[in-house]
């Protein structure tokens, strides 16, 4: 599943799968270890967790290996890294301004170096 900044703060929205991934960030988990652990703190049903864990991984927040009939879910780094990088944006505004405006501080320096030759060169001819 490809992860989106949309789909990845949706799902962030609710507090219960928040505590999944919070789960998750110790390492993979067996989908039993999660269920009950998310019981033993919510009133939730075991189709209610699944229900959580399938929107995680539709948000390309966790993903699931399979191993005979048990399913693993752990985190899924490129939407746990789009949502750092979408967060770090915020915190960063211009940071997409920072090359312009180094090629553009390159360029002053060499016009102002093209300047100086030039003003150089006349002086030298004409004295």
């Not at 999944?20 to 988990?29: D, F, S």
């Not at 229900?51 to 746990?80: C, I, M, N, W």
């Not at 960063?92 to 390159?106: C, I, S, V, W």
């Amino acid at each position: 599943m490809n992860p989106s900044p949309p789909r990845i703060f949706e799902a962030l929205g609710d507090p219960i799968r928040r505590f999944i991934l919070e789960l998750m960030a110790a390492g993979e988990q067996p989908a039993g270890t999660i269920v009950e652990t998310v019981r033993d703190r919510h009133p939730i049903s075991q189709p209610g967790v699944s229900q959580h864990l399938k929107v995680l991984r539709e948000a390309g927040l966790v993903v699931v290996r399979a191993e005979g009939t048990r399913r693993f879910y752990s985190l899924d780094p490129a939407g746990v890294e789009m949502a750092t990088r979408w967060l770090a944006a915020l915190a960063d505004p211009l940071r997409h301004f920072a090359n312009p405006l180094d090629a553009l501080g390159t360029e002053v320096a060499r016009g102002k170096r093209e300047r100086r030759a030039s003003e150089s060169t006349r002086r030298s001819a004409t004295g």
